[in-house]
């Protein structure tokens, strides 16, 4: 099974261990004919999270996703059923189940907070100041009198 490729030194790459994915086949829906009626060509992959051999801090974010394909006991399912063979469909949802891991095997870089240089502390300024004049420009007309 192909893993996901290492980032930054010394990293070695998350897999998902196909012993720990369950598939089930199921008919595909939608038109296509007799062969959709009678062939059960469509994969639904069914992955525990909390039980696999994954990182913790992968498992994490992986459960923290917003995504809709996991349930709340931490389950991923993904169905597959665009192709006619179900080798095809299991291969699928294999890729699309790594895709998802891989999103989240690389930790969220720390934003550190910086300070705004003179420059465009100035320009903010300056911005601010045409902005209120063309606003004060939009009150009533007064009569010099």
């Given at each position: 099974?192909?893993?996901i490729?290492?980032?930054?030194?010394?990293?070695?790459?998350?897999?998902?261990?196909?012993?720990?994915?369950?598939?089930?086949?199921?008919?595909?829906?939608?038109?296509?004919?007799?062969?959709v009626?009678?062939?059960?060509?469509?994969?639904?992959?069914?992955?525990?999270?909390?039980?696999?051999?994954?990182?913790?801090?992968?498992?994490?974010?992986?459960?923290?996703?917003?995504?809709?394909?996991?349930?709340?006991?931490?389950?991923?399912?993904?169905?597959?059923?665009?192709?006619?063979?179900?080798?095809?469909?299991r291969?699928?949802?294999?890729?699309?189940?790594?895709?998802?891991?891989?999103?989240?095997?690389?930790?969220?870089?720390?934003?550190?907070?910086?300070?705004?240089?003179?420059?465009?502390?100035?320009?903010?300024?300056?911005?601010?100041?045409?902005?209120?004049?063309?606003?004060?420009?939009?009150?009533?007309?007064?009569?010099?009198?």
């Open positions: 099974m192909s893993g490729p290492a980032r930054g030194p010394g990293r070695t790459p998350v897999r998902v261990d196909e012993r720990e994915v369950a598939f089930t086949a199921m008919r595909a829906q939608g038109p296509g004919g007799q062969n009626n009678k062939v059960s060509s469509a994969v639904q992959l069914r992955f525990d999270v909390g039980a696999s051999s994954l990182p913790d801090d992968v498992k994490a974010r992986l459960l923290a996703l917003p995504d809709a394909r996991i349930t709340q006991a931490g389950v991923v399912v993904i169905k597959a059923q665009q192709y006619r063979t179900q080798e095809a469909n291969l699928d949802a294999l890729q699309r189940l790594e895709a998802m891991v891989a999103r989240v095997a690389q930790p969220p870089r720390v934003r550190r907070a910086t300070q705004p240089s003179y420059g465009e502390r100035q320009r903010r300024m300056q911005d601010k100041r045409e902005r209120s004049g063309t606003k004060s420009l939009r009150g009533r007309v007064r009569d010099a009198g």
